[in-house]
């Protein structure tokens, strides 16, 4: 995540050291992530990795406070080194991303991965598995498929052996 300021320590988790992600609270006052939280959970006694303090398990609250102030952070796309210009909150990041045209996809027809202002290129041009219009009976067939059909299409011309010509 590239955000557009220094990101604040304040608003960094002290255990994975980026940005919060559903920030939690403990009662000695420090702030965790979630995941990161759970990863110290485990143990009989719950010390906090910052001070040492013991934690008491009920101890623990989501800080909603905290992850509004990090949700509305400046921040840009991940694809900003592809070429994507957009910069936006961190709240709308992940919508932004289910548009980008520098984000990857994958091509339904072939699997193969590429960024989505490729995709209609892709599907219209270079993808092996496009549908194309069999010149003899108009079937619309895989191109990766066109030669086998080509042996089985009904109104393939074939020539007769004896090189006569059947008029119909």
Known sequence: ?????????RLTCPICKNAFKEPWQTSCGHRFCKKCLDGSLGSEILRCPVDGEEWERE???RDKCCEREVLSLPCFCRYKNRGCNWKGELRYLKTHETSCQYSDVKCQACG??????????HALNDCINRALKCTYCGEKVPHSKMEDHLEICPKFPIGCILNCVIAL
């Open 1 to 9: 995540m590239q955000f557009v300021e220094t990101l604040d320590e």
């Open 59 to 61: 101890g623990f609250f």
């Open 112 to 121: 193969e991965t590429m960024e989505r202002k490729q995709l209609e290129k």
